[in-house]
Nanobody, 122 residues
Framework: QVQLVESGGGSVQAGGSLRVSCAGSGRTISTYVMGWFRQAPEKAREFVAAINWSNGRNTYADSVKGRFTVSRDNAKNTVYLQMNSLKPEDTAAYYC???????????????WGQGTQVNVSS
C-alpha cells in the first residue's frame, strides 16, 4: 500500500512561484513513477508532470514546460513540483499520484493524494 500526502499549496500573484510537495510512504514507493495532475473547477483533470523515482527521468505537459520542474528527494521519500512564472490559468487543485509508467494518462496511476490548492491571481 502507498500513501501520498501533498502540501505547499497557497495563493500567489501572477509571475510568482510556489513549490508543492508530495510525501510518499510504503516500502515500494521508490519503484513507482510519480505524477502531478491538476484540476480546475468544472474542468477535467489534466497531466502536469511526472518523474521516475528510480532513474529521475521526467516528462512535462507543454503548458508548463520551462516554468515547472519536478524533482525527488529519495532520502525524504518526497517529490516536489517547483512552479515558477505562475499564471492565473495555473489555478487548480494539484494532486500527486503513483503508478508504474511514465505516462501522462491519469488512469495509469494507482495511488492518489488528497490534493492541495494553488490559486494564482492576476
Amino acid at each position: 500500500q502507498v500513501q501520498l500526502v501533498e502540501s505547499g499549496g497557497g495563493s500567489v500573484q501572477a509571475g510568482g512561484s510556489l513549490r508543492v510537495s508530495c510525501a510518499g510512504s510504503g516500502r515500494t514507493i521508490s519503484t513507482y513513477v510519480m505524477g502531478w495532475f491538476r484540476q480546475a473547477p468544472e474542468k477535467a483533470r489534466e497531466f502536469v508532470a511526472a518523474i521516475n523515482w528510480s532513474n529521475g527521468r521526467n516528462t512535462y505537459a507543454d503548458s508548463v514546460k520551462g516554468r515547472f520542474t519536478v524533482s525527488r528527494d529519495n532520502a525524504k521519500n518526497t517529490v516536489y513540483l517547483q512552479m515558477n512564472s505562475l499564471k492565473p490559468e495555473d489555478t487548480a487543485a494539484y494532486y500527486c499520484a503513483a503508478g508504474p509508467y511514465l505516462v501522462p494518462t491519469s488512469t495509469s496511476y494507482v495511488y492518489w493524494g488528497q490534493g492541495t490548492q494553488v490559486n494564482v491571481s492576476s
